[in-house]
């Protein structure tokens, strides 16, 4: 068994400015977690899967994705999840709302994956920068800094990514191209 999550990975742009500010976090607030995964915005959060099975799991995934459209996605400066995660704040779009609903939806009707946190809270789409190993006191220093920070990015997300955990860090196994198109 391995694990695997499926995200929307940002342009090689904007992934180098929020590695940029994890190496900050590691830096200063000695926060390293964050760095185990590229920059990503999680629409299923990690499950197990067989190994001897990733080419239906891929299949699968393939398929849902050549039937979304592509989606614009606005990132837009700093929050937090108090008192232990900041990150890159994504704005809640419709599209991107509807695009994470079906998908949970799919891969639990079609894959029997389901995320039993994520059905009792709503989807708080996010781009971690700090968390896990970030201590309270770490959070209370670091968050100042950032809370009224300026950040804004736009893109168009037209894939979906499928991450594999190598048993120190996540790394990207397969990329799923969206039909394409705007909405």
Avoid at 59 to 74: H, K, M, N, V
Wanted: hydrophobic fraction near 40%.
């Amino acid at each position: 068994m391995s694990r695997f999550f499926i995200a929307l990975l940002p342009p090689q742009d904007i992934q180098d400015y929020a590695n940029q500010i994890k190496q900050y976090f590691a830096d200063n607030y000695a926060s390293q977690h964050a760095q185990k995964s590229p920059p990503h915005i999680t629409l299923q959060p990690p499950f197990e899967w067989a190994d001897n099975d990733v080419s239906r799991l891929e299949a699968s995934i393939r398929e849902f994705a050549s039937e979304q459209q592509s989606l614009p996605i606005t990132l837009s400066g700093f929050a937090a999840f108090a008192p232990r995660v900041i990150y890159i704040d994504v704005v809640r779009s419709q599209e991107l709302l509807t695009l994470q609903g079906d998908l949970m939806a799919y891969v639990e009707a079609n894959l029997g994956i389901v995320d039993k946190v994520g059905k009792t809270r709503p989807f708080a789409p996010h781009m971690t920068v700090a968390f896990r190993d970030l201590t309270r006191q770490n959070f209370k220093a670091a968050w100042p800094e950032f809370e009224n920070q300026q950040l804004h990015f736009e893109f168009i997300a037209d894939k979906l990514t499928l991450l594999i955990h190598d048993g120190s860090r996540w790394n990207i196994k397969s990329e799923f191209a969206f039909l394409g198109g705007e909405r």
